[in-house]
Every structure is written in C-alpha cells, then in structure tokens.
C-alpha cells in the first residue's frame, strides 16, 4: 500500500511567520512541517512538503502526485481565486484530495470568498491556523482507509 | 472547566440516510451520533446533539450554549444560505464554533456556494461525509485547550 | 393504496379574503378548503389541509407526508423565494408534489420571480386564485394514477 | 357564446415524441391533440390546433384570436424565453389565455427559468408533461364560465 | 434623384387604435399613415408603409430598402428590444434611418429600455404618439438633403 | 379608541447589552422597556412588548396586531434582510407601523444595506440606539393622530 | 395664451463648434440658435436659450419654466446620465418637455446609454446634430396644441 | 454651549405642496418650518433652515456648519443617492448629523433605494412627511445632550 | 450512406461581399458557394445550401435535415446571439453539425461573445472567413466518418 | 510659450489638514500650495491654484484652461467617481492634464475604485499624499517639453 | 520562406488519454502529435510541439515565435480563461495564429465560456476532439499561403 | 542606509518598442533603463532591474525584495489584472512600493479596468510612457526619505 502523502503550499506560504502574522500566525514553516511529518509517522504515513510561489510548479507537482502517493494536501494560497488550471490538475487525480486553508476566506475581502479549486477536491477544511493541517492529515488518513 | 460541547443539526439532516443517499451517505444521524459520543467521551468531553427544521430553535440553542458550554459545532443544512439571524447569534458566542458540512457546497448547486454563516465562525470542515463531524470535534478539543 | 393528500399553506395564507382581496380574491380559505375538500372526496382521495406562519413547521410537514400519503399540494407563500429549507425537504419527497399560487408571481414584484422551490416539485399551477387548487388536485390525482 | 378555444403550439413541438424522449415524454402530438379534442367536445368546446416554428405566425394567430375565440392556451416553446413581441401580442388579449410547459422550466438550464410571456397570461401551469395541456382546458373552461 | 422613403412597422403595430389606447392611443393605423402620405406628397416624397409581424419580413425589406429609396423609417416594436438581426441589416443600409416610437420606452418596463436597433440607425424619435412619425419624416426630408 | 401598541423585537435583540455592546449598545433591553412603558404612559398609550427569534413567531404576533392595536413598532433584527413573510404580513395591517434600527444599516456590511421589510411600513428609524425606539413611539403616537 | 418655449443646454454644451467637431458637429451654437430663433418666431413662438456648467442652474431655470411657460426643450449634456435632480425637477412639469441630443447616444460609450433624464419627459429626440433641436422645437409646438 | 441646529434641504424641496402632492404632501415649506422654529424655541435651540438645488451650495454650508453649531438636519432630495461630495462633506463632521426624508424611499423606484449619504450620517429617519422633521429635531436635542 | 450535407446561412449573409466588406470580406456568397461545392463533390458530398432571414425557416430546415442528410453546417448570422429556438431545433439533430462564423465573434462587440447556438453543435470554426466554410466542410467529412 | 499650468482641486480638499487627517494627510493646502509654487517656479512655471465645491465650477475652469494655458492638475476629489460632465469638459482640453489623489482609491471603499475622470486625462498619480501633487508637476512640465 | 508551424499545449495537456477520458478522448498526445507531424510534412510545413503547466513558458514560447515560424497552433487549457498575460503575447504575433480547443467550451461549465486568449488570434477552432488539430493545421497552411 | 532600489517588469514588457508601438511608444527598455540607471546615480541610489514572463519569478522577487532594498517600483504587466498571489507578496513588504504602467488602463478594454495589484502599494503612476517611470524613481527617493 501506498504510504506517500504529498503536501503542497503554493505563493508566499514560505513567508508564514513572517507575514502579517496577525492574520496567518506567528509560527513558520518549519515548525509546522515539524509537528506534522511527527503526526504522519505516528499513523504510519510519510509526508512530502514542498512549496512554490510557481502555478506551474504546483500544477506539475499535482501531476506527479498521481502515481506513488496515497493523498495529496494542499494550500494553494492566492491561486485558491483563479487558478482554473489547478482546477483542471487536481480533477485529474483518482487519490483522496483535502484543500486548506490558516484562515477563514469566507470571512476576509470579497475575492477570498470564491474558490476554483474546491469544487476538484474530496474536502476543505478552513480557519484553524496551523490546526487546519493536522485536520487535513488526520482526513486523509481516513479517506486512505475508506478508499483501500 | 467546561465540558460540553453543543452539537447542532439544522433543517432536514433528520434524514440522513434516507435522503438522496447518494448525495449525503448511507448513514442515519443515530449511528453517527454514537461513534461521536464515544469520541467525545474519549477526549474528555461530553456531546449534546439536537436537530430542528426551526430556524428559530437553532438561533435559541446558540444563545443557550453561549453558558455552561466549552465549543459549538453545527451543521446549518439548507439555512447555512440565508440564516442572516443565525449568523447574528453565532457572532455573539466566544466559544470556538465549528461550521460542518457532509458534503462539498462549492461543488455543488450556484445558491450552495455562499455561505452566510461562515464570517460569523472559527472554522469550517466540509466535504468528508460523517468523517467531518469527527475532524470538528478534534478540532473543538484543539481549540478549547488553546483558549484555556 | 395511499388516498390521503397534504395541502399546505406558507405564511399569511390564513388571510385570505381579508389581506389585500383585489391581489388575492375574495373568498376566505373555509370557503375554499370545502370545495376542495369536496372534490378530493368525488374523486376518492381524503384532503388532509394544514397552514403555519413558520417554516420549521412546513418542513416537518413535508417530511411527516413522506409516509401514509399519495400526493403533496404546497402554496409556500413568501417562503417561495427564499426556504431553500423547504426545498430540501420536497427534495427527499417521492410522491408526486404540487406548488399552487393563487396569482402569477411573474406578473408582480421582481422578487416574486424567482421561485427557489419550483426545482423540487413535479409541477406548478399559478395564477388562476382558488381555481388553482382545484387544478392541482385534479393534477395529483392523475399523477397518482400514473405512479401506481 | 364563444365556444372556439385557439392552442397555440411554437418552435420545435412538432418533434414531440422524437425530440428528447427522456425529457419531453415520448407521447407525439397527434396522440395528445386527439384526447384534448375529446376531452374539449366533453366540455361542449372546439379546440383549433395550430403550431408553428415561427414567431411571426404565432403573433399573427394570437391577434386572430383577438375575434371568435373564447380561449388561448399557449405553449411558445424556447420563443418563452425571449419573444417580447409575442408578450405584446398576448397582452392585447381579453380573453382568458393560459401558458402550458410540458417540462418545469424551473428545474432546467438557467436560461430557461425567465418567462417573458407569463406577465401577459392568465396562468401558467408547467411540469406535467401531456397533462399540462388537459389542466389547461380544464382551467380555461372554468375562466371561460366566469368571464361570461 | 429617389424620392421613396420606406416605412416599416413592426410587430403588433397593426392593432394600432385598439390595443391598450392609454398607452399607445386611440388613432388606428389607416388614419395616421392618410395623414403621413399627404405630408410626404407635400414635401416632395413618397411614403411606402409595410407592417409586419415576422422578424425576417422587416429583415427583408430593410435589404430591400438598399436600392431605390432615399430614407427608411422604421417603428420595430417589440423586435427593438431583441433583433440583432435587424441591428445588423440596418448597419447594410446607407440611406438615412429614423427609428420611432410612439411612446417613450425610457418611462415604462425595465426590459423596454435597451434598444438593440438604435446603434444602427441615424437618429432616434420616442414617445410622441403619432407625432413621432410625422417627425420622423421631417427628419428623413432634412437628412435627404443634406446626403444629396 | 385604541390604546394599544405592539412593540416587536426579532432574532437576537434579547441580547442586548450582551451582544457585540462596541455595535448595539450597552443597555440591556429590560432598561430600555422600562423607559419606553413610561414615555407610553405619559401619552396615553398602552405597550405590549415581545421578542422572538422565529420568524413565525414575529409573523403571528403582526397578524393578531390587526385588532385591538393601534400602532406597531417592529425591530426584525436580522429578518430585515430577508423575510418576505414579515413584509407580506405587515402589507396586511392598516394601522401606522414603525421600523426601528438600533444601528444605521447603510454604514455597516452590503447585506444590511437592503431591508424587505422597508417597503411595508409606514416609516423608518435607524442609528439612534436606544434613542431609535422612543423616537419611533413618538412617531406613532403622531400617526395615530392622523388616521383617527 | 404662453408663447415663451425655454431651451436649456447643459454641461460643455457651450463649446459647440469647438469640442470633438467630428462628433458634435462643426456648427456654434450661436449659428444654431439665430436659426432656432427664426424658426420659433415663423411658429408664432418665442424661444429663450440659456447654458450652464451648474447642474444647480438647471434645476432653477426647469422650476422657473413652470410658470410662463409653454415649453421645455433640454440638452443635459453629461448630466443625462447622472442627475436625479435634473429628473425630479422635471417630473414637477406640466408643460411638454421634449430632451434633446445631438448625437445617438446608444451608439456611443456604455455609458452614455442609460438616460435618468427621460423617465420625466414627454418624448426624447436623438443623433440628428443641429436637426435635432429644429425637430424639438416642431414637436412642442404640436404639443402645446394638443394641451391648448 | 452651542444652541444652533443647521437643517438643510436639497434640490426640489423648495417645490414641497405644489410638486406631487399625492406623493410628498400638501403642505409648503413656509408652514412646516414655522412649526419646526417653534418646536426648536421650545427646545432652546435655534434652527437655521436653507435650500438650495446647487450640490455644491449643500458642500459649503456642511462644511460651514462645522463651527459654530450644534447639530444638522439634511433632507438631501435627489443627491441622496449621487453626491458622494456630500457624503465625503458630512464624514468631515464630528457635530450629530440625521439624513430626513419625506417619503420612504425604500417603497419607490429602484434608483431611490440606495442613499450615498447614509454611511456618513448619525441616523436616518424616513417616510414620516413633514413629521420626519420633527422626530429629526428630537433626535438632534438627544444627541447633543449626550455628546455635551 | 447518406452524402448530402446541409448548409445554411441565417440573416444578412445575402448581402455577402457588399455588407461592411472591411468586416465580412468582399467575396460574394455565390462564388464561395461555388468553391465549397466542388470541394464537396472532391469528397464524395452533396451540398444543399440554403439562406433566409427568418429564424423560423432555419428551425424548418434544421428539422429537415433529421432526415435524409449526413451532416449540417450552420451560421446562424445574428440569430447566435438569441434564437434559443435554433438551439432547441439542433438538439434535436443526432448528425454531427458545425457552427460557422466568418469573423471572430469573441474580438467583436460585447452582445457578439455568447453563443446561444453553440452548447447544441458538435464543433465551432470561427475568424477565417470563406476558409471557415471549407474547414467546417472537413470536419464534416471526417465526423461523418467516425459516425458511420 | 505658455508658462501657466492650472492646478484644480475639487469638493472637500479645502479642508486638507482638518478632515480625516489619518487618511488625508496632516498638512493643510496652504503649506502644499506654497511648496508648489515655489517648485513651479524653479521650473519656470506659473501655478494658478483654485478649489471648489461646485462641480460647475471646476467645468468653467476646465474650459477657460483650454486658453493662456500649458498644462493642468486636477485632484476631483468625490466628482472623480460620478462626474460624466468633468469628464466631458477634460476631453476638450488639447493640452497635457493630470489626474491627482492623496489617497490610493483602489485600497479604499468600492465607489472610489472606478473614475469616471481617468479616460480623459494623460495620466494618473495616486496615493503618495502631498508628494502626488509634486510629481504630478514634474510630470506636466516633462509633458509640456514633449508637445511644444 | 518560413515553413515551421509551432504548436503550444497548455497545462494538462500532456495527461491527454489520461485524464477524464469521456471528456478529453482516449487518444495520447504523442499519437495525435505523429498525426499532425505526417500531415504537416505532407504539406511542406514543419510541426514544432511543446507542452508547459507554466504560463510563462506558453508566454515565452510565443515571444520566440515571432521570429523564424510561419504560424501559431495554440491550445492554453485552462489557460484560455484567465491568461491575459498570454493575450497580450499573441497581440504581439503578426503571423497567424490559430486557437483550438478539444472540447466545445460553451457546452461545458459557465467558467470555460469565457476565452480571454479569442480577442487575440486569427480564428478559433472547439469541439471536433483531435480532428480539431488537424483542421488547426489546415486553417494555418491556407492563412500561411493568404499572407505570402 | 540601503540604496538598493529593485524594479520589475511583469509579462511582454521585454517587447518594449516592438509591441504595439501605437500604444507602448517606441522606445526599447535597454533605452528607458539606462536612462534610469543614470537617474537613479544622480539619485544616490542603485537601480536593480528584471524582468519575467512568470508571475512565480516576480513573487519570488518581491520576496527577495524584503531584505536589502530600499523600495520597489513594479509594472506587472498584464498580471495587474488577475494575479492575486502578486497582491499577497506586495502586501508583505514593509519598504515603499510604485506600482507603473506605461499607458492609462482607465481609458483601455474593460478588463484593464482593475488592478488586483493597487490595494497593495503605496501609490500608483500611470499613463506617461516612459516618464512614469522616471516619476516613480523620484516618488521613491521621496518616500525613502520619509520612512527614514
């Protein structure tokens, strides 16, 4: 069985910590992946975090996730609003899908309320801060049982 | 401290199950509540569950668990579109409040992809069918001991 | 076989002949229940006739006709244009359901063109006053037939 | 007295029976017309078919109807959604005139949910398939009475 | 040098004098055109009226209108709000065009007050009654002139 | 003659001075009654106060206002928004009616910039706090005036 | 009987000749009302023009033609598109109130073609140049006939 | 202390008695502001009423009324729903501000629903007639008694 | 095996090669029908061209062809932008069918972006002028190929 | 050559300095006025400053720089976003003309997100508060070089 | 002269026969790729395929064919709706350039029915699934030959 | 102090001088940067200039921007208008930011008409070819100053 999960955190979520931390938090990254990858090995999976400012590299990144990975996680950042073509990628893929978000954009400025990627994906889950990962983890794992 | 934890259900989730299984799951509301209550004991907590087609009943409920009451989950059903008067009481809690959805609204009808409830909570969970009961109890546990 | 018919009527509807007659007509609803009542008996079906100010009580009906009835007949009244509550109700229905309105809403208040309930009903009769009734009951009973 | 009623058919519903089975029942006009004649000599009225793909012949008809007809029921096909000339043609009507709609335009593509020629009728009854047009004669025979 | 000038009703414009006299009075249309014929013998043109209720006969006939004629007046009725086709072949034509209205579609329904005819015309006449075409053709005589 | 004025708080305004006290005040809502008795009874007027957070509720009470009341003053909370029920029922009352905010809609979200209730009341009062409600007592005792 | 007709010209109107001659013309208005002038006097009229940048100076002259006058003719200019005054004044007319425009202003930017202007006048005349004013003034002349 | 009230009165309202009396009432200005001087003397204020249909005369008298008074009344008519110079003027008043209206602009044309001014304002208070006047008088004696 | 295929061209595409040739090209219709024939004739085709300004012949025709052809090449002129009949008409069609524009309707006016036409054709050639027919002309071949 | 450059400010800006300094700004006009002036004439140009409330003045301005004038400043102030006549007038001018704001309007409320101003000026300078003006002066005198 | 063509696949594009096969067709890129490359050898031309997820790369590879290349086929998946940096790409491009699609966008969600990459290319080709392609290079070939 | 001051050109903005000169102006960027650079010396700064097609690359320079540099000056090309993920790393900078553009979007296509870009800079300069450029160089150097 696969045990692969990908983590994907696209424009400026390598800036956590630093930006406008009133709004994101004031943890970074490191710490973050730190306590997930520890969460991951204890359900017996292994999580592969990568983060780029690039739709592109995202959009490639969701591809690759389509073979030897169980799950895929992921905080496309700004391209949450317009990015039809990670739309298009992750309705390419079969594996169980969870969208994240720190805050809660229902509850921000007006072009935060809209996602093109929710509708390609198993779930979302929004507003918990760091929270909102280890959520995102403990749902595909889930989902990996049901789909097994 | 406080234990409980207020679960509500709004108007139709009566019948799950039943209603378009295909859409909401094949699970009735007794099962799921059982596996959460046991969840909650688990973690120390101690689960209310109510449901009503009132939008009047739920907007009572929200004022009560503003007392006596650690978290709030609720799942608004078809209100979660245009129950401005349960926003309204929402935004007057302190408690962590988590808003659920069995489904994914953005994936589905126009008039299901606004929330109005939304700007009034925490954080929100949708899309994992009764898995997203569970992840918004983990997530009232993180909470409550943050707020602690 | 089922004989038994729901009529519900939404909010204000108990004003009728008083609330505005040269919008409404003037016949009060015991008037018109009585016809009606009259005809579901010529036909063999028993007209079960209900009215509420609340919409959590229209749901519960609705629900409650899920079983020991053969047809649904529903003038939801203002809620019309805004219970998508009701409408997930009529949703889960699998008896044959008609909207009646006593005027052509098209013909009047821009808000009153948009009906969020017609997708969940099998038919809707508008615009003819108490007449509208009485086609809708001889709509169900032919739908009935159909079904059976 | 009057005892003609016009039934106006538009663009397309001549094809009733081939097009679209699946949506617009699989009953061909002639099978449908011969039963409303029926039903209409039953009523002691003469029902005078007509159907068109062209907007101007159902504008000149409905002017026709203007002299020697006691009724109109109309079906204007997709010429629902955007003729306002023969809106106009129907507003100069003084006879009772109904709108007929096999499907519920309500629960079809968006398009399809403004009518503009409902301001300019009587009623509207939509969603019953064949049985739209017997509710309709049905309907017109009572407004017939009351108009005497 | 042509001296006809082509007038072109549109639809319903035929009921002139019987439908609605409140709004668009009470002269019929053989009045209004005797008294246009003779202002146009006055000045030196000949008038040639045509109405019709088919969108292709006006499309037609402004085609027509390309050879031989001087000017073209047009009243499109109901087709104003909706006939690109007419929009475009009036954008064919080289000869001045007046399009007229006998009442003024800024003061009454929403849907009357776009006009998808009057970016192709020369000018635009409204909410006169029958004066609006006894101006129109005043229009047309000044405009002939000047284009000589 | 009537002395009786029904005075109706909608969802959440039992709350006052709990709720957000930054946007609607620090005065409880039993303080602000009491005030309001007095002033009634200095006039003449009798006040019947009551608050409920089902729309139905609300509904109910503006139908039983029709006899024995000579004035209403309505706070619908949230239900402003939205609840066609309340306009369709205050389109029924005769005697002079009051909406009252304690807050100026228009300076807060775009949701409360548009009341359905406005259309059904005699008049508006907004943005006075506790001030709102005797201004409106004032009013109707003025209206009241009039119309005996 | 009145022989005063008052002709308006609002904002920029003055630089006639000057401003865009491509699109309003090559003619001055000085040129244009010595013609206007000599045309009012053949009529048995007595034409008084005035311009202003100052919406405010329209509003005063539309109230000062309420007396003493038999005709309004007005070019708004800009305003056309914007002033709600402008309209209000205008509704406070009895005399017949004819707009004018030199050029078509539904074939020119989006939005110059929304006039808040005409909903108050007796009729709108549009893209003649220079003819426009001449027809206007033809038009009020037959209007004040009518209301003699 | 400061003892004067400005009041303020947009384009039109000079017309108040004589202009559609059906809609805005019979009586003149000249009668009602009598009333208010005499209402104001008992209050110990001093009201200083001006007119004017110069958008610009209403910026410069707000901006005027910030020294040397103790409170406005504006009824800003017609630029009620444009003039954001308005609006940005009455943000730069720190004295209590209420925006009066005769009707109720919620109950006509579409374009009378929004108000610019309202953001900027204490308190609005609308539909009462030349009544709306006096409660805005009370309203001001209230609010300066709180802000002393 | 069928070898016919039908051609049609809606309003105004008569006046090919004299209509805004800068826009449409200044080639007659008859000398590129000519062209596409012999191609036709090249692949084994028949083609049937047909042209009319009346939407209601094009619904005719597009009937016709349900039988007898082998496929359907249409460029429905200004009827793209609201003949929901055509779209009606050509759903109906199980031959592959090609929608045709000389131009490129999306660099055109705004009204010219939104086909209503194309959601009911298997494919859209648009932008090359005559070349468009003769690639429409391929892709039917080809389609009539796969379909066989 | 011309050496004068006219520099208009419009409704409010007066009070520069005293209106909401935490947005506008803490230095009142005169300071910024003198610090232009001073840095015009280092440039050899005249600046010719004046402020209005009165959207006609500025109109009148706008008309007489077109005279004795090189270049031209305008701050609009609230006319920027309704002010169709300023727009107008500012197309008549032939010589450079630049666009001015303190404040960013893209970062502040919606209405001040669109000018209606921009489409006819040069050029924008937005949100450097006094500096905007400063440069928008560099600018014109790098304009006036390029024309002369 | 230049004979290479080259052809740009957007995002996704490369899981042709992959990714959701009943939309996208079963065929791989490389297959239709050696398709095109033997029909465009046929035709003397040189085919030049690249794919990229990155819009940057689409943007730079169209830059590059402004020099050396005869021709543009482009594909921008996703792309086609949000790209405007592409647009502005292909505005650049004076040689031919020819969008194609697989699918029918505007038979497909109401995002895809916007292109913002039409505005800028020669002509558009949607909806005949690889056979779309083929025609792309058809439609190039000729373009080529018009532009020699 | 730093002295670093890093300026970005967004997509297509390397065709300077090329692309659409009618529009962009003729200079090349190799031309307007050495200018610039030469500028910035007198300055006492030191200017850093990239430019990309990939809006990855300019989000990770605006990051690299947070350190070592003094202010940033951006024309984002086409991005201006959808790229969102621009916005959020603009929003992160703490030092002066100049957002240019060549042309004034105000007077160009609809879509232009936004900037998704501007809530997050200090101020906007557009509309002045290459001297907005060299404005923005001098706003820069002011607004160092400043936050120094």
């Not at 520890?38 to 017996?44: I, K, P, T, Y």
């Not at 760091?130 to 749902?139: E, K, M, N, Q």
Request: aromatic fraction near 6%; include cysteine; charged fraction near 25%.
């Amino acid at each position: 069985m696969e045990r692969r999960v990908m983590l994907l955190n696209g424009p400026n979520l390598n800036l956590l910590g630093e930006r406008e931390p009133q709004v994101y938090g004031e943890r970074g990254w490191e710490d973050i992946e730190a306590e997930l990858r520890q969460l991951a090995a204890e359900m017996g999976l292994e999580l592969e975090c990568r983060q780029s400012n690039h739709e592109g590299d995202l959009v490639d990144w969701v591809q690759e996730a389509r073979s030897g990975h169980a799950g895929l996680i992921i905080n496309p950042g700004a391209l949450t609003h317009y990015s039809y073509a990670l739309q298009d990628a992750l309705r390419a893929l079969v594996i169980p899908c969870v969208e994240v978000h720190l805050t809660n954009p229902q509850a921000r400025e007006e072009w935060r309320r809209e996602s093109v990627i929710s509708p390609a994906v198993t779930g979302v889950i929004a507003g918990f801060g760091a929270l909102s990962y280890r959520l995102a983890l403990l749902a595909v794992r889930e989902l990996i049982k049901n789909t097994k």
